[in-house]
Structure formats: C-alpha cells, structure tokens
C-alpha cells in the first residue's frame, strides 16, 4: 500500500517496512498541505551496513 486516505479530523497509524535504501519522500496529496510543508524525506538505510547507523528521520501528522 502506498497511499492511505483520510478523511478531514480523522487519523491512521501505518507501519512501515521498508524493502530497499535510499531517501524517499513522505507527502501528502493535497496541494494546499504541501504548499504549507506538509511532506518530509526519510532515509532508509542498511543496519548491517558499517556506518550507516544515523540517517535522517521525519516525523508528520496529518490536522484538519
Ligand atoms: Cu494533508
């Protein structure tokens, strides 16, 4: 699933494993929420990987 939809006041928790690394974006599909910086990147990485063990992270809710 790549796209979850929410209705206005409501909320959802989504896990999420990720099957590959890289930096990947996390946004909402309303322009209006983007405009207002409603979007993040996150960064997956290897843990087993040696140094790889700090990448980015990104927190975002969802509001009415
Ligand atoms: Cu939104």
Redo the contacts with the bound molecule.
């Keep these: 699933m790549e796209v979850v939809n929410l209705l206005p006041a409501s909320m959802v928790v989504a896990d999420m494993i990720p099957d590959d690394v890289g930096t990947w974006l996390f946004r909402?599909h309303?322009n209006d929420?983007i405009s207002a910086g409603?979007q993040v990147r996150y960064r997956v990485t290897d843990a087993s990987s040696p140094g790889s063990g700090s990448g980015n992270s990104g927190h975002a809710s969802?509001s009415p």
């Design positions: 909402c309303v929420h409603m969802h």
